[in-house]
């Protein structure tokens, strides 16, 4: 009997020893397993750009952008750089990190800043080596019309620093805008002109890949060739200067227009026409703009013409008689008519000048409208 009971305590002592055993290995690969899942969960990358801002003053900007899981922070200006001489003079004073440091904030202090400063500016060119620059600026910027993006590599970047840094129009060849970046989102293609996908995406997601995306190319700052891929229509064209003074992008004639070779031609229709609705407002405004300040002008000059005869006649009444002519005016009108009359003389001359450059600049102004209007009437007529 006590050897069985000496058996038994035995027998009860190796079962709780393999318990325990499988117990203990059973947590070791469970605990392996849950920190396996939590490292996988915190999985983050941070990922550096830098942008060019050109206005007149031009500033390099340097920042990134943390994503964890698909989820991505808003872009983080770390640091800046005062390129050529006009942003040193503007900005000397101004921390453009001092309140915000977000990316868009940024850009946007940095226009705000320059228009405060009576600089006259119609774009603001955007040069990143980020292929999310130009939707991340469409969804923030509250300026969003007059930031032209284009996506470039450091190499390209470089060849664009030395050009700002003298003052040089940036000229930069490029095959395609979706350059091959460090960028998370390096597989998106420029996403706001997709048929395929009329969603934009947040900056805080990283976009899927497109398995048919809109082929964009730039072909200058701010002017691009699209080709609706699947549609069958493309834009191209060039840019056409009539007085060497002010461009506009002539396209009509020289692009695919009007849904013949469309798959689906009702989607094709559909997709153009909401690609050039905005864009018809957004030149007819300018083109308004420009004919506002055109008759400001027009109506200052009349001011200048009535003011300048009345001195011009005063003048000849002083030659024959100064004092007839004080009588009639006043004690010193002879001296004073002198300066009034050479003031309102210059002022015509530069009207002469100011009139008929402006009203070039509303001539170039319709013919960009006019490009766009035909275009969306082109899609709008059709049948389907």
Known sequence: MSNFLKNKKILISIISVLILTILIVGGIFLFKGNNKDTNVNKSETTSNYVAYIKINPSI????????????????IVLKYELVNDDAKNIFKDIDLLQNDNTLYKVIDLITETTKNNNIKFDKVEIYSNWNNA??????????????????????ELSKIS???????EVKIEKDNVNQETNSPNKDNVSNNKNPNNSQKPSQNEVPKKDPEPTTEKEISPGIYVVDADGYGDY??????????????????????????????????????????????????????????????????????????????????????SVEEAEKEYY??????????FKYYEDRLNAEKVNIPYQERQVEVAYLQYKEHLDAYNIYKNLPY
Not at 331 to 340: F, H, L
Request: proline share 2%; glycine share 4%; net charge neutral.
């Open 60 to 75: 390099k900007l340097e920042y990134k952008q943390v994503c964890n899981n698909n989820k991505c922070d808003e872009p």
């Open 134 to 155: 130009q939707a991340y600026m469409n969804e923030n910027s509250k300026n969003k019309e007059i930031y032209k993006v284009s996506v470039n590599s450091n190499e």
């Open 162 to 168: 030395n050009q700002l840094l003298k003052n040089e």
């Open 235 to 320: 834009l191209d064209g060039k840019d056409v200067n009539p007085y060497g003074e002010r461009r506009y992008h002539k396209f009509v004639s020289t692009s695919k227009l009007g849904c013949k070779d469309a798959i689906d031609k009702h989607a094709c229709k559909e997709f153009w026409m909401n690609y050039f609705a905005p864009k018809v407002e957004e030149v007819r405004k300018d083109w308004e703009s420009e004919k506002g300040v055109l008759d400001w002008y027009k109506s200052d000059h009349e001011v200048t013409l009535k003011k300048y005869d009345e001195y011009k006649t005063g003048l000849e009444k002083c030659s024959v």
């Open 331 to 340: 004690t010193t009108y002879c001296e004073d008519a002198k300066g009034y």
